[in-house]
RNA sequence: GUGAGCGUAGCUCAGCUGGUAGAGCGCCAGAUUGUGGCUCUGGUGGUCGUGGGUUCGAUCCCCAUCGCUCACCCCA
C-alpha cells in the first residue's frame, strides 16, 4: 500500500476545520496590522538557502530537500521562509516601490529531520516579515503582532525571550572573549560544544547539555558588550514593549540557528507543547537583503509553526462541528429529481444541505440526518409530493410542519436566521 | 543521524510464555404499517506492518526491514 512519505500528514476532517479556521484568522489580523500576503514558489535555487541562511547550520548542512531537475540544476525545497521573501524583494525591486514592505506569508517549509511531537519533515509556517525599517519600531510591532495572533489562535502559556545578538561591529569582539573564556577549558565541554569553538562559538550558549550550562553561567554576556548602537536599539526595544502590556525574559543565550540575525532575537514558547517548545522564533536580519544581492535594507521578521500552534491550543478549543441546516429526505427515489431542485435553490440561499446519495430507505436517510447533526429534516413524501409542500422536522425537539413549497425558503430563512443568525 | 517504546478489524484495544484470531465502538439491516436519536436482534469487517528463519505448526520465539510514537540533536 502506498503511505504518505514519513514526516508529511494528510489532513482532512476535523482536523481541516481547524486549519481552515486558523488560516481566516490569520488573514483577518495581518489585514488589521496592514501586512499583505506573499506566495513563493515551493522551491528555489540551492544557493539562496545556503547564502542566505548560512552554510554552517544545521538546516542547510544536513535537512535540505535538494534534487537537481533534468538540466543539472541545484534546487531546494524551502526550508525556511525568509530568504525566499528576500529573493522576491530584490527580485522585483520592491523596495523602490514604497519605503516600508510588511509581508506575511502562510506556507509549507521542508526539513529532513527525524518527525516526533510539532516536527514534521513537511510543516507549515505562519509568518511576516518588515523591510526597510532600521528602528526598533519595526521590531516592536512585529513581536506585538505575534502576541495578538497566537492570543487570537488560544495559544496559552506563552513566553518570550529576548535577546540581542550584536552586529557587525560589535559581535566579532564578543566572540572573540567568548572563545577566550572557553579556550582554557574546553575539556570540560560537552563534545558538540567543543566543535562549535571552531565554527560557531555563539551556539555553545544555547547548549542545552548539563556540562555546558554550568560552564556558561560564568561566560561573558552578549548583552555587556553590545556597541552603542545595537544597546540602544535594544533598549529601546524593551521600552516599547513594557509600554505595551508585553513582558518577556531577557535571555542572553538566546541564540537562532539561522545565521543572518543581527540585533534582535526573540522566540516565544509554551509549556502546552512537548519538548519542541518554541511556537515562534525570529529577529532583526540587516544585512541579509545586501547580502543576497540586493541594496542594503533592514529587515525584521518572525515564523510560528503552525502545526504547534494547532499542538499547543488544542485544549483550550471547542470541538468545532460541521452542522448542517438541512438533510432532505425522500419517500420514494422518484422523488429524486424534485428534492434536488429544491435542495439546488436553498443552497443557492446559503443553506448547507444535503441528501442521500445512495438510494437508501427512508429510515437510513433519517439517521443519516441525525448522524450529520441537520437542524433540520425535509421529507417528501407522497402525500407532500401531490400538495407540492414538503414536512419540516426540527431534529431536536421532533416538533414538525408541513410547509407549501412557495413558502418554503421564508420559513426556513426565519427558523435558521433565529437560532444562529446565519445569511 | 542516535536512543527507547510500539505496529492485531475503520477506531480503541484483548489474545493466558507457539495449535492460522476476539471485544467494545463504528458501519449495514431488521424490530417500526412514510419519520432519526434510546433499546433489542442479526450481519459486514483482519493475507495479526513486510520479508526471512526456527518448528509438524508462528499473531506469539529469533533476525532483518519498513512504519508510528516519544526523546536527543536541531528548530517553527
Not at 41 to 60: K, Q
Not at 144 to 159: G, H, P, R, S, W
Not at 374 to 395: P, W
Request: net charge neutral; hydrophobic share 35%; proline share 3%.
Amino acid at each position: 500500500m502506498f503511505k504518505s512519505i514519513r514526516g508529511t500528514k494528510d489532513i482532512f476532517q476535523p482536523e481541516i476545520f481547524r486549519w481552515q479556521r486558523l488560516e481566516s484568522i490569520v488573514h483577518k489580523v495581518m489585514k488589521n496590522y496592514n501586512f499583505t500576503e506573499i506566495r513563493t514558489p515551493i522551491f528555489e535555487e540551492t544557493s539562496l538557502f545556503a547564502r542566505g541562511i548560512g552554510n554552517e547550520t544545521d538546516i542547510v548542512g544536513k535537512e535540505m530537500y535538494t534534487f537537481k531537475d533534468k538540466s543539472d540544476n541545484s534546487l531546494t525545497l524551502k526550508p525556511e521562509m525568509t530568504a525566499a521573501v528576500v529573493r522576491a524583494f530584490i527580485q522585483h525591486n520592491l523596495g523602490e516601490i514604497r519605503s516600508v514592505n510588511k509581508f506575511y506569508y502562510i506556507s509549507p517549509m521542508f526539513r529532513q529531520e527525524r518527525p516526533q511531537s510539532g516536527r514534521l519533515r513537511q510543516f507549515h509556517q505562519v509568518g511576516a516579515e518588515i523591510f526597510g525599517v532600521k528602528n526598533y519600531t519595526a521590531d516592536g510591532e512585529l513581536i506585538i503582532l505575534a502576541f495578538d495572533l497566537l492570543e487570537q489562535l488560544n495559544v496559552k502559556n506563552l513566553e518570550l525571550h529576548l535577546n540581542s545578538v550584536g552586529c557587525q561591529n560589535c559581535r566579532p569582539n564578543f566572540i572573540k572573549k567568548l572563545v577566550e573564556y572557553f579556550e582554557p577549558i574546553k575539556e570540560k565541554l560537552s563534545l558538540e560544544s567543543q566543535h562549535r569553538l571552531n565554527k560557531n562559538p555563539l551556539r555553545i550558549l544555547d547548549s542545552k547539555d548539563e556540562k555546558d550550562i554550568e560552564i556558561k553561567q560564568n561566560a561573558p554576556s552578549i548583552l555587556d558588550n553590545l556597541c552603542d548602537e545595537c544597546k540602544s536599539h535594544y533598549e529601546g526595544l524593551k521600552d516599547f514593549l513594557l509600554k505595551n502590556n508585553i513582558s518577556f525574559i531577557e535571555n542572553p543565550y538566546l541564540v537562532r540557528g539561522l545565521d543572518y540575525y543581527t540585533k534582535t532575537a526573540f522566540e516565544f514558547t509554551s509549556s502546552d507543547l512537548g519538548a519542541q517548545n518554541a511556537i515562534c522564533g525570529g529577529g532583526r536580519y540587516d544585512l541579509l537583503v545586501e547580502q543576497l544581492g540586493g541594496k542594503p535594507t533592514p529587515g525584521v521578521g518572525w515564523a510560528c509553526g503552525i502545526e504547534r500552534i494547532l499542538l499547543a491550543s488544542e485544549k483550550y478549543e471547542d470541538p468545532l462541528e460541521n452542522r448542517l441546516d438541512v438533510y432532505f429526505v425522500i419517500q420514494r427515489q422518484d422523488y429524486k429529481i424534485k428534492a434536488f431542485q429544491i435542495l439546488r435553490e436553498l443552497r443557492k440561499n446559503n443553506f448547507t444541505c444535503e441528501m442521500d446519495l445512495l438510494d437508501r430507505s427512508l429510515k437510513a436517510q433519517m439517521r443519516e440526518a441525525n448522524r450529520l447533526n441537520a437542524k433540520f429534516a425535509l421529507i417528501l413524501g407522497d402525500e407532500e409530493f401531490q400538495k407540492n409542500s414538503v414536512i419540516v422536522k426540527e431534529l431536536v425537539s421532533g416538533h414538525q410542519e408541513e410547509i407549501l413549497l412557495d413558502n418554503l425558503l421564508d420559513y426556513l430563512r426565519e427558523k435558521i436566521n433565529f437560532t444562529n443568525g446565519k445569511n
